[in-house]
């Protein structure tokens, strides 16, 4: 079956560290992946979307990668501030021309430390 | 402030009452969504629309009704719920038909089933 997995478990890490979060997924050949923000009690907001064909994309301090040979993506935040603490979550979705059908992982929480 | 609107923000309601979840986009998208986030678990989605016409049903108990009356508007009928379908209901919309792009969601409607 289908599977999108991230890491359940809170991310801690120090105030300007570089957070590494992970999503690994299986039986998936999606055409794109993409990675949001969700604050609690809020809805999720995009961050960045990269294509199967792109290895890396960039905004700011945030990097995403894309391994469809390892079906892993690495989302990086460099010099982590307070205000990223937030629940990130990655979103896989395949070639569908009925509008755009994304599904979830659970999700990993971070937490930046002052 | 994402261009997304969902009312009422918290409703609490019994197992035998009918109530509604409105959404309403401001970004003249055409595809537009219901997803479900309980407690732990990733965000299931639940009814896609993409030009006012149903394109996706997964699978959802026929006590949730979704009705969209035009491409800025989405309701979500519930009616016998079951305590278990407690959560935080999201509207999101998106460019219709497009295979790719991101979604905005609104701030979603938490639901309390007695």
């Known amino acids: 079956s289908q599977k999108i997995e991230q890491n359940s478990e809170a991310l801690n890490i120090q105030e300007g560290k570089t957070a590494t979060l992970t999503c690994n997924y299986t039986n998936y050949s999606p055409a794109y992946l993409q990675w949001y923000r969700q604050d609690p009690g809020r809805g999720p907001v995009f961050l960045l979307l990269i294509r199967e064909n792109e290895k890396e994309k960039r905004k700011e301090r945030l990097k995403v990668t894309f391994d469809t040979t390892l079906k892993q993506s690495l989302f990086h935040i460099t010099a982590s501030q307070p205000a990223d603490s937030a629940t990130y979550l990655c979103a896989l979705s395949m070639n569908n021309n009925a509008g755009n059908m994304l599904t979830f992982g659970g999700g990993t929480r971070l937490m930046v430390k002052p | 402030e994402t261009g997304v609107t969902q009312t009422p923000r918290h409703l609490v309601m019994g197992m035998t009452n009918k109530k509604s979840l409105k959404c309403e986009q401001h970004l003249g998208h055409n595809a537009m969504y219901w997803y479900k986030q309980s407690a732990k678990k990733p965000l299931e989605l639940m009814f896609v629309?993409?030009?006012?016409?149903?394109?996706e049903n997964n699978s959802v108990p026929s006590r949730f009704s979704p009705e969209c009356p035009n491409s800025s508007h989405l309701f979500l009928h519930l009616h016998t719920l079951q305590p278990e379908d407690s959560a935080l209901y999201l509207c999101a919309s998106s460019h219709g038909g497009a295979r790719t792009g991101e979604l905005f969601f609104g701030e979603g409607s938490r639901l309390t089933v007695l």
């Open positions: 629309y993409n030009f006012k016409e149903q394109t």
